[in-house]
T-cell receptor, first 110, second 113 residues
């Protein structure tokens, strides 16, 4: 079967660093994505990893290990506006399908 | 470029009625996806178009669901004989071939009474 696992909820303090983990088991792999989704809004793209290693983009970084089926999203200098759900998604090879995890709801406290 | 747009944003219907949603992708994007999202879940893939061709459809999608993209631009998603279990947010996303990033529209929230 195809499965993506993420923690359901996380809480962190404004200004801190938080790491959101994602593990996946899919039939083939063609890239992993992280999206941010505020309540009642559409997902917005954050990052894309297809090769092992770290991709950095401002306060956000994403890491991928294909051999371990593992990724994380690192958010630095947390701000209140970072309170949202963070979705991990995998594009499986041989299909056009993207499989999303259930999302990690992050609460940033003052 | 105004991004992906969807219409209507909200739809309330009675069980058994048919509903149709429209998606207008970013103008140069040839790839278009439909997803369904329920509360507390991630988006669930429904179907994919490359230009006007529907190249993939989820096996989870019942025969009551149909989607079209007749001219390779806008797309419609129709649900026939709606059921209460169809209540969800229906999201459309588009991308450009060669760029894996999908850009999502604001979604159509459907409530079936």
């Amino acid at each position: 079967g195809q499965n993506i696992d993420q923690p359901t909820e996380m809480t962190a303090t404004e200004g801190a660093i938080v790491q959101i983990n994602c593990t996946y088991q899919t039939s083939g792999f063609n890239g992993l994505f992280w999206y941010q989704q505020h309540a009642g809004e559409a997902p917005t793209f954050l990052s894309y990893n297809v090769l092992d290693g770290l991709e950095e983009k401002g306060r956000f970084s994403s890491f991928l290990s294909r051999s371990k089926g593992y990724s994380y999203l690192l958010l630095k200098e947390l701000q209140m506006k970072d309170s949202a759900s963070y979705l991990c998604a995998v594009n499986t090879s041989g299909t056009y399908k993207y499989i999303f995890g259930t999302g990690t709801r992050l609460k940033v406290l003052a | 470029d105004t991004g992906v747009s969807q219409d209507p944003r909200h739809k309330i219907t009675k069980r058994g009625q048919n509903v149709t949603f429209r998606c207008d992708p970013i103008s140069e994007h040839n790839r278009l996806y439909w997803y369904r999202q329920t509360l507390g879940q991630g988006p669930e893939f429904l179907t994919y178009f490359q230009n006007e061709a529907q190249l993939e459809k989820s096996r989870l999608l019942s025969d009551r669901f149909s989607a079209e993209r007749p001219k390779g631009s806008f797309s419609t998603l129709e649900i026939q004989r709606t059921e209460q279990g169809d209540s969800a947010m229906y999201l459309c996303a588009s991308s450009l071939e060669g760029d894996e990033t999908q850009y999502f529209g604001p979604g159509t929230r459907l409530l079936v009474l």
